[in-house]
């Protein structure tokens, strides 16, 4: 169906963006990937520019539903944070080309991205950084915990730590004994539980 087709387009214009970014992708090399002919993507997307601010849209519109789910079913602090990292993490780790693909885009064109994120996810960490004010108030988030540094810096991380995968072992010595995607998340989770809730 033409939805599969479509959904096979974003998917694969995701990974070569992402990868070759989006001055080195080829509508002709997007087709192939596909295995459609050019006319075929051009009848779903009438320019690569259109293809672009899709795959960027689609990415983005996930979190403006998703957030104020996770928000409203998560009872308290711990299980409000807990439901958005993994959230995040599991969103980012299951294509690592999204991670890559967001990163690429804040570098290329940081104005049109700017302007989508407040578009989108404004409104939601707004909510975020308001629950952990209320969470320094009641005692159980740290009072020199700045909330929108703090949101900024964990998202970053959690983009960064999934972009850069495997190539981020090279930093360690030859010897230091390897370590996961799996396990730098785990300690990424962990640097932000234990710097926002007190002890």
Do not use: C
């Not at 849209?57 to 104020?68: A, M, N, T, V």
């Not at 998560?74 to 990292?85: E, K, T, Y």
């Not at 991670?99 to 700017?114: F, G, H, M, N, Q």
């Not at 407040?118 to 969470?135: D, K, V, Y």
């Amino acid at each position: 169906p033409t939805t599969d087709v479509r959904q096979r387009i974003l998917d694969e214009a995701t990974h070569l963006f992402a990868v070759q970014g989006f001055e080195g992708t080829s509508l002709q090399e997007l087709s192939d990937a596909v295995g459609i002919r050019k006319p075929s993507l051009l009848y779903h997307f009438n320019s690569k520019d259109t293809l672009r601010e899709a795959v960027v849209e689609g990415l983005l519109s996930h979190w403006k539903g998703e957030i104020p789910r996770l928000l409203a079913a998560a009872q308290g602090g711990h299980d409000r944070f807990s439901a958005l990292i993994e959230a995040v993490v599991e969103f980012f780790t299951s294509d690592a080309n999204r991670a890559r693909l967001v990163l690429r885009e804040i570098l290329d064109r940081p104005e049109a991205t700017e302007e989508r994120i407040r578009e989108h996810l404004s409104p939601w960490t707004s909510l975020i950084t308001e629950a952990i004010r209320l969470g320094q108030e009641s005692g159980r988030v740290k009072l020199d915990v700045d909330p929108e540094a703090y949101l900024l810096q964990v998202v970053f991380m959690a983009l960064g730590t999934v972009a850069v995968g495997d190539v981020a072992e090279a930093m360690l010595p030859a010897n230091a004994a390897a370590s996961s995607l799996e396990q730098r998340i785990a300690e990424l989770v962990r640097i932000a539980r234990d710097s926002l809730f007190v002890s």
